[in-house]
């Protein structure tokens, strides 16, 4: 049984190896879904990011821990025009969200590390977590334009 507007439905395993099939499927799909190139790279580099903080946080660097990763198309109606995205799911059973460290550092610091939060906020227009029933669940959605291109942010 097919879902909704379902385009990409993975189940990988907590292997960093894994990352780089990741990183290539989220860059095909933000291509041919109609993303500009610079935004094809920061929705995949927000993507990678938020998988190898599955495998690093949630599941404190286990390779063998499920994680489900499903991308559909949405329609939303945003400052009262209709807008069609793209919203990435993530779900996993590991460790619950610690909100408390949840937040990004300054980028004002200079050390390695960090700025994964800062990737994701910056290049997504949604992003959601929540945890139910043993489950957490990352929603990621980034809108086309109203003209139904990728937009790029200022400066790339």
């Not at 860059?27 to 938020?50: M, N, Q, Y």
């Not at 949405?74 to 937040?103: H, M």
């Amino acid at each position: 049984m097919q879902k909704r507007g379902l385009l990409l439905d993975m189940v990988l395993v907590s292997d960093p190896r894994l990352l780089c099939v990741v990183r290539a499927a989220v860059e095909r799909l933000t291509e041919v879904t109609g993303f500009s190139p610079p935004e094809c790279r920061s929705i995949t580099r927000a993507v990678d990011e938020a998988v190898a903080n599955v495998i690093r946080h949630a599941y404190g660097s286990q390779p063998d821990r499920r994680i489900d990763l499903s991308c559909k198309r949405v329609t939303a109606t945003v400052n009262g025009e209709a807008r069609e995205g793209l919203e990435i799911q993530l779900l996993d059973k590991g460790l619950p969200f610690d909100r408390s460290k949840l937040t990004a550092r300054s980028l004002d610091e200079v050390k390695p590390g960090g700025l994964g939060l800062h990737f994701i906020r910056d290049s997504m227009d949604i992003m959601e977590h929540r945890q139910v029933k043993g489950v957490n669940r990352l929603r990621l959605v980034k809108y086309l334009n109203s003209d139904g291109s990728g937009q790029e942010h200022q400066g790339e």
